[in-house]
């Protein structure tokens, strides 16, 4: 069987509005402890990309990189303009989308 129509756990994509999630095996080395459980702000309209579930996850930072731990069998990713999704248990790294412009990439911002 074709391993290209079986995605593997490290090759799952989640899309939340402005925030583009991937299932990945490890956290890198040096990966430090974050508080809290937003995953990114929305500059403008104040609303956030949050796990409901504060106990359920961890997140994780290497410089610029965001990862999110999911502890429990599994979590609810939310935001106001967004319909909910549900994460199942692992490891994720978190990015916010870009959009390139000849001078400069922007973060798009919901």
Do not use: C
């Amino acid at each position: 069987m074709n391993s290209d129509r079986n995605p593997t756990p490290t090759n799952t994509l989640y899309r939340h509005g402005d925030v583009l999630i991937r299932r990945i095996a490890t956290l890198p080395v040096g990966a430090q402890k974050r508080e809290g459980t937003t995953l990114a702000h929305g500059e403008v309209t104040g609303h956030s990309h949050r796990i409901q579930q504060s106990q359920a996850v961890q997140l994780w930072a290497n410089g610029n990189d965001l990862f999110l731990e999911i502890k429990q069998p599994s979590a609810t990713l939310i935001h106001e303009e967004h319909r909910a999704i549900e994460l199942p248990q692992g490891l994720y790294r978190v990015w916010k989308q870009r959009e390139y412009r000849p001078d400069a990439y922007i973060e798009v911002e919901d």
